[in-house]
């Protein structure tokens, strides 16, 4: 990735270049966007562009990870954490930046979403363990168990993710949470 600086101008600059990418993708298809658009559309040059990014999938990861670090900065701050408090967190974020993953889903992008969290989930699940927050989470026999039990966890939260978005996320992210933690706790399958 092209530099990042703590410079004001910069940072303001890096965000209208992701606005601008987000307004894009509700519009547009990935394939159709181009560099030139983008900083066009920011209000920036190319050369302005290219200072802070390399590429459109740069700031597409940017945008991503300052979302990873807002899930991670809840988590941190959440007093009684487990699975249903943690998706309750991702669902919320996800609505308050509902345009964003309208976008992904439009463009055919929500592929990055499921790289991401496959690579993150892990890393976020040592540190919390590691800071004792990790209270009521599921006990796993072997470290390769967990791995696979992360990388279900990423898939179906995923498809539960599209299903949403889909259906233009109409539910609240207690409701869904709530839908959630129903099916995960066995009830469901109990009563069919």
Do not use: C
């Not at 990055?112 to 976020?124: A, G, Q, S, Y």
């Amino acid at each position: 990735m092209a530099s990042s600086s703590l410079n004001p101008s910069a940072i303001q600059s890096r965000q209208w270049i992701m606005d601008s990418l987000i307004n894009l993708m509700e519009k547009k298809e990935w394939s159709d966007i181009s560099i030139s658009e983008i900083a066009t559309n920011a209000g920036v040059v190319r050369r302005t562009f290219y200072r802070h990014f390399d590429s459109k999938e740069d700031v597409l990861q940017a945008y991503l990870d300052g979302l990873v670090n807002i899930f991670v900065e809840a988590l941190l701050k959440e007093p009684d954490l487990d699975t249903v408090a943690s998706l309750r967190i991702l669902f919320t974020i996800l609505k308050k930046n509902k345009k964003f993953y309208y976008g992904l889903r439009r463009s055919n992008m929500l592929f990055t979403f499921l790289e991401l969290w496959n690579r993150i989930l892990p890393v976020i699940h040592e540190q919390m363990s590691t800071l004792n927050k990790l209270k009521r989470f599921p006990e796993t026999k072997n470290e390769q168990t967990l791995e696979y039990l992360l990388a279900f966890n990423v898939g179906g939260t995923l498809n539960i993710v599209i299903k949403w978005i889909d259906e233009g996320m109409t539910l609240s992210p207690e409701e869904l949470t709530s839908i959630v933690e129903e099916f995960s706790s066995g009830t469901l399958m109990k009563n069919s």
